[in-house]
């Protein structure tokens, strides 16, 4: 019943051409090699893909472990970096 | 119609259940969208922000602050119904050598597949809430942790096939349709994955079933028998009456369930009677009937001491199931070796070589 547990992996799937990878699950396998055999018969049996990307779990850096740090904070002020923050004068076109 | 609290577009593709899991999965994307309640301020009570993102109808995320208890009703929900789609993967694999053409045979293959890769997505989810994998597994093999109680009947005939499909796979998609909205982002991300494979399912099980149905008359007297077998532990699989579940209020409240016992059953047998009229067969309930004032059918509650005999371990197939279960997990203990081994020994070359 036991036995080393393999990593794990996250999985991500583009979709069609054009589109980004996006995350779509995760997986154990021992290797890289076979994370990508188990994603392929795990996330793409209905040909839900074109291309796969495996990245070791333990690889990945998250922003804010408890997801509530003031990381964001800074861009929460600074609503003049969106266009509907400008007043646009009427007849004013292609703008 | 199923949920109480959107309606899907009439010319929903697929029909009634495929259409609301797509009604779900959209209702997921414009609820991310609409209140972009980011993480709660450094002061702010994270019980109160919990309780706000649930009532807000938002995702609650594998790093957000949660109930003890609540992760607790989630792993052990998550990796019961995980259990019980490896586990289920038995009763039809019995039947793939002996599928009566290789038609049948291929599409059962895939099927039985898809319950492995529904096993998988489920034990993936339930890992976001900080298990392992192998304590999962081993919560299994020991029996610490239960599966669906209906993967311990056996499947006597290739009509037993079709029931499950049809039956077993239909009461599956009416339990699991609403927990597309479960409030837990990942469980609730799996279950779409999920829900949209099992139409398939059981519209094959449906079709064997049509075909049986249509066939001699002994293969339409196979077919009634598998549909007279498999009835009432389907109708079962909804759990015990509302008055005697343990655990439905507070799921109902973390919106981790969104319908009773009960509520489920009765939409399940609605659903039946007409698909049942279209494949020529009877429901083996006398007291089944419309009933005008409640506009749903009256029908004979499945025994429930029955289910609580096969929970406790003692239907026709638990020894069975287990012992294959642990046999298998066992015999390939020595393909997870070679292969650790394999990755080991290309991770020292490459360091050497580094």
Redesign the interface.
Same mark, same amino acid.
Request: no cysteine.
């Given at each position: 019943?036991?036995?080393?547990?393999?990593p /794990?992996w996250e999985v991500f799937v583009r979709a069609r051409r054009g589109l980004s990878h996006t995350h779509v699950?995760? /997986?154990?396998a +021992? &290797?890289a090699e /076979?994370a990508l055999r188990n994603a392929r &018969? /795990?996330y793409t049996?209905?040909q839900e893909g074109v291309s796969i990307w495996v990245v070791p779990a333990s690889a990945i850096t998250?922003s804010? +472990? &408890?997801?509530? &740090?003031?990381f964001?904070d800074p861009a929460?002020d600074k609503v003049y970096r969106h266009p509907t923050f400008y007043e646009v004068p009427d007849g004013v076109s292609h703008l | 119609m199923y949920g109480n609290d959107f309606a899907p577009p009439e010319d929903a593709p697929g029909g009634g259940l495929l259409g609301e899991v797509e009604a779900a999965e959209a209702a997921l994307r414009e609820a991310a969208a609409r209140a972009r309640r980011g993480a709660p301020a450094p002061d702010e009570d994270v019980e109160a922000y919990f309780t706000d993102v649930i009532d807000a109808d938002q995702k609650i995320e594998p790093r957000d602050w949660m109930p003890e208890a609540y992760r607790k009703t989630l792993i052990r929900q998550i990796a019961q119904h995980a259990h019980s789609e490896i586990i289920g993967m038995q009763p039809e694999g019995n039947w793939i050598s002996r599928a009566p053409s290789l038609k049948r045979k291929a599409i059962l293959l895939a099927k039985v597949q898809d319950e492995a890769g529904h096993g998988l997505y489920l034990y993936a989810a339930a890992e976001t809430l900080g298990i392992s994998r192998d304590e999962l597994v081993d919560l299994l093999l020991d029996g610490r942790q239960k599966y669906s109680s209906i993967f311990n009947y056996p499947t006597l005939t290739w009509a037993d096939v079709g029931a499950i499909g049809w039956l077993v796979d239909g009461a599956a998609i009416v339990n699991q349709v609403p927990l597309c909205r479960c409030s837990y982002g990942p469980y609730a991300r799996a279950m779409i994955r999920v829900c949209k494979e099992e139409s398939f399912h059981q519209r094959q099980g449906y079709e064997i079933l049509h075909t049986l149905a249509h066939g001699t008359e002994a293969q339409k007297a196979m077919a009634q028998d598998a549909v007279d077998r498999w009835w009432y532990p389907s109708l079962a699989m909804f759990g015990p009456p509302d008055g005697d579940s343990t655990h439905s209020a507070q799921s109902m409240a973390w919106k981790i369930k969104r319908f009773s016992n009960d509520e489920l059953r009765q939409r399940f047998v609605d659903m039946c009677v007409g698909q049942a009229e279209v494949l020529g067969l009877r429901i083996p309930d006398p007291d089944l009937r419309w009933n005008e004032e409640r506009q749903a059918y009256d029908y004979t509650q499945p025994d429930y001491a029955e289910l609580m005999r096969v929970i406790k371990g003692n239907g026709p197939c638990n020894r069975e199931r287990m012992t294959h279960r642990q046999r298998a997990h066992a015999d390939g203990a020595w393909v997870r070796e070679a292969a650790a081994a394999y990755a080991a020994k290309r991770a020292e070359r490459k360091a050497v070589a580094a």
């Open positions: 019943m036991t036995g080393q547990s393999s /794990l699950g995760s /997986l154990h +021992p &290797d /076979l &018969d /795990l049996r209905r998250a804010s +472990p &408890d997801e509530k &740090d003031a964001f929460a | -």
